[in-house]
C-alpha cells in the first residue's frame, strides 16, 4: 500500500514538473541568453574593479528588464507577429531599417566576441589552436540552427541553459562574508565618478540588450506557429488568459535566473579578484585565468567550462534575433521551423551573420574595441527600439483590447528612461 502510495505521489511530483518545464520557454532562454561570454566579461570587469559594490545593479534591473521582456513578448503573443514585422507596419521604413541595420551589426561583432571567448575557455581547459576552437563553435552553432527542427531544437537550448548553474557553484567553492555581501547591496559606497559610471552603463546595456526583444517576441510566434491549438490573441481572445500567465511565469523565472547568475559572476570575482588586486581583467578568459591561482583549480574549471555552455546558448540567439529582425523588415519568410529552402532569407542572415562573427577572429581587429563599440550601438537603438515598443504595446490598433496594463507601462517607460540616462551618461563619459 505504502509503495502504491509513494508511486502515485511520484507521478503527480512528475506531473507538476512537467508541467513547470512546459512553461518555461522563450523567457528562461532569453534570459540565460543574456548570460553571454561578452556579458560574463562585462560583470566580471565589474566585480574585479568595483568589488561587491555593483552588487545592488542586479536589484536594480530585475523589475525593469521583466517589464520589457514581458512587453516583447506580448508583442507576438498577440499579433502573431515578431517585433520587426510590427513596427513594418506602424512606422516610418527608413526607422525600421535603420534599426535592424544596426541590430545586424552589433549581434555580428557579439558573436565574435562570443565565439572567441569559447574558443579561448577551451584552449585554456586543454590547449591547442583557440581560433579553430572558435571556428568550429560557429559552424556547430550554424548547423544546429539550419538543419535540426524548432521542436527539438529549443529542447537543447533549454538543456543548455543549466550551463549557467556553474557560475552557482563557483560561488560556493570560494570563501564568502555574507554580512559583508548584504551591506554592500544595501549600502554601497559608489564614486560617481567617469570609470564607475562607464562600468555601470556597461553593466546596465549587458542586461538590457536589444536582440533580447527581437528574440522573445519572434520565438512566442515560433511557439504559436508550433501549436496547431494556438493562436494569435487578436483572433483567439479566449486564450489570452492561460497566454499571459504562461508568460508571465517564464519570464519572471528567466529574468530572475539571468540576475542571479550575474549577481554570483560579479560576487565571485569581487571575493577573488578585486580582493587580491586582479582589477585589469578583459575578457571572461582573462577572468577565469585570473581566478585560477586565487580560488583553486575547481572554481577555474567551472568558470572556463561556463563560457562554453554560455556561448552555445548566446551564438544562436544572437544570428537568429538578427535574421528574425531582418526577415520581418523585408516581409520574408521565416522561423526555425521552416526548412532552409522555404525560409532562403531568413537562414541566411543566420548564416551570414555567424560565419562573419567567427571569421572576425582570425582579423587582426581588437575584440574588445570592437564589442565595446557593439555596446554602444547596442545602447544607442535600445532606446528608441524600447519607446517603439511601449509606443505598440498601448496602441489599440495593433493589441486590440489587450494594451498593457498600467503596471507594465510604468515598468517598461521606467526601463526606457533608464536606458536613455545610461546612454547619456555613455557619451558624456567617452574620451
Do not use: C
Request: net charge positive.
Amino acid at each position: 500500500m505504502k509503495k502504491e502510495l509513494q508511486a502515485q505521489r511520484s507521478a503527480v511530483a512528475s506531473s507538476r514538473f512537467r508541467s513547470w518545464a512546459k512553461k518555461l520557454g522563450p523567457g528562461l532562454i532569453t534570459g540565460a541568453a543574456d548570460d553571454d561570454p561578452s556579458g560574463i566579461a562585462t560583470y566580471s570587469q565589474a566585480g574585479a574593479q568595483f568589488g561587491m559594490n555593483v552588487l545592488w545593479t542586479m536589484f536594480f534591473t530585475y523589475p525593469l528588464m521583466v517589464g520589457i521582456q514581458i512587453v516583447s513578448a506580448r508583442i507576438g503573443r498577440v499579433t502573431g507577429k515578431g517585433l520587426a514585422g510590427n513596427i513594418r507596419e506602424q512606422f516610418p521604413a527608413w526607422l525600421l531599417y535603420l534599426i535592424v541595420g544596426l541590430l545586424v551589426v552589433a549581434n555580428t561583432i557579439n558573436i565574435a566576441a562570443d565565439v572567441s571567448a569559447m574558443g579561448d575557455a577551451v584552449g585554456l581547459l586543454v590547449g591547442g589552436p583557440t581560433r579553430l576552437y572558435a571556428a568550429g563553435f560557429g559552424m556547430l552553432s550554424l548547423v544546429l540552427q539550419v538543419f535540426v527542427p524548432y521542436r527539438r531544437y529549443v529542447r537543447i537550448l533549454k538543456w543548455l541553459t543549466l550551463a549557467l548553474l556553474t557560475y552557482v557553484g563557483v560561488v560556493f567553492s570560494v570563501q564568502i562574508s555574507w554580512l559583508d555581501v548584504v551591506r554592500a547591496i544595501v549600502m554601497p559606497k559608489v564614486r560617481w565618478d567617469a570609470a564607475t559610471i562607464t562600468t555601470l552603463v556597461a553593466v546596465f546595456g549587458t542586461t538590457i540588450s536589444p536582440y533580447l526583444f527581437f528574440w522573445q517576441a519572434s520565438q512566442e510566434v515560433e511557439e504559436l506557429e508550433a501549436s496547431p491549438k494556438r493562436q494569435p490573441l487578436t483572433q483567439a481572445p479566449d486564450q489570452a488568459r492561460a497566454g499571459f500567465r504562461r508568460i508571465k511565469i517564464d519570464t519572471y523565472i528567466g529574468m530572475l535566473f539571468s540576475n542571479l547568475v550575474a549577481f554570483f559572476i560579479i560576487l565571485t570575482t569581487a571575493v577573488t579578484l578585486h580582493a587580491h588586486g586582479e582589477v585589469n581583467i578583459q575578457t571572461s578568459a582573462d577572468a577565469a585565468m585570473a581566478l585560477r591561482p586565487i580560488a583553486g583549480e575547481f572554481a577555474f574549471l567551472l568558470f572556463a567550462g561556463g563560457i562554453v555552455g554560455t556561448g552555445l546558448l548566446a551564438v544562436p540567439v544572437l544570428a537568429g534575433s538578427a535574421a528574425y529582425a531582418t526577415a520581418g523588415a523585408f516581409g520574408w519568410k521565416k522561423g526555425l521551423d521552416h526548412k532552409p529552402m522555404v525560409a532562403k532569407g531568413f537562414y541566411s542572415i543566420i548564416a551570414v551573420s555567424t560565419l562573419v562573427g567567427v571569421a572576425l577572429g582570425f582579423t587582426t581587429i581588437d575584440p574588445i574595441k570592437a564589442l565595446y563599440w557593439s555596446a554602444v550601438i547596442n545602447g544607442v537603438i535600445s532606446v528608441p527600439i524600447m519607446a517603439v515598443m511601449m509606443l505598440m504595446a498601448a496602441n489599440t490598433k495593433v493589441m486590440g483590447r489587450f494594451v498593457v496594463t498600467r503596471r507594465l507601462k510604468w515598468l517598461g517607460w521606467m526601463a526606457t528612461g533608464a536606458m536613455a540616462v545610461a546612454v547619456v551618461a555613455m557619451f558624456a563619459t567617452l574620451d
